[in-house]
């Protein structure tokens, strides 16, 4: 997995609550168990119509780039697939800002180096106002003092320490362990003198 210190990018506006992982990505894109490819599909239905021609939606509109994006509240909900946070990284996100995450998608997210950074309604609100008056301003997500900053805007976000440590690191779950291997030994060899 790719460390995540900071990101500095433009942000892309999805001001849709209640974004579950069937609009996420639909269930008839799931056959594949590898994770390349499925950032083609992201929000397919929204974005384009039958006959595949591109519909008005924001990822369709080059006005809108970066590697965050900025959705509504109660991102995520629905079935439990970790192809959503596939998605949306093979796309190119590495941030998605929300007041609410459900609980499911956020560990998904979490466990593929996507960083889900909850803020408030406030912020958020005001946020999704300055991406669209402005598309070319770029907000600051700073994983080690847990900030996102944008202009004059600035907000804390929460995130447990293991993962926490785990994306600072590039760690996968068995890469975490692996890393903890000297302390393991370390532990081993106390308890068996004991």
Not at 29 to 40: M, Q
Not at 53 to 61: H, I
Not at 110 to 128: C, R
Request: hydrophobic share 40%; net charge negative.
């Amino acid at each position: 997995m790719e460390k995540f210190t900071t990101l500095q990018s433009t942000m892309v506006p999805l001001p849709i609550e209640d974004i579950d992982t069937d609009q996420i990505i639909p269930a008839r894109f799931l056959k594949a168990t590898s994770r390349e490819g499925f950032g083609n599909n992201l929000f397919r239905d929204w974005r384009y119509n039958k006959d595949d021609s591109p519909k008005d939606f924001v990822l369709n509109d080059d006005t809108y780039t970066g590697a965050i994006l900025v959705a509504g509240r109660n991102f995520g909900c629905g079935s439990s697939r970790e192809h959503a946070a596939w998605a949306l990284a093979d796309y190119g996100f590495r941030v998605v800002v929300s007041s609410f995450f459900a609980d499911i998608f956020k560990g998904n997210a979490l466990n593929n180096g996507l960083l889900p950074v909850q803020v408030s309604d406030e912020f958020l609100n005001t946020l999704i106002q300055v991406v669209k008056a402005n598309p070319k301003i770029e907000c600051l997500v700073n994983l080690k003092e847990q900030t996102i900053k944008c202009g004059a805007l600035e907000e804390q976000f929460e995130i447990g320490a293991y993962k926490k440590e785990c994306l600072l690191n590039g760690y996968d779950d068995i890469d975490y362990l692996v890393s903890m291997k000297n302390k393991i030994e370390e532990y081993e060899k106390k308890a068996i003198t004991i």
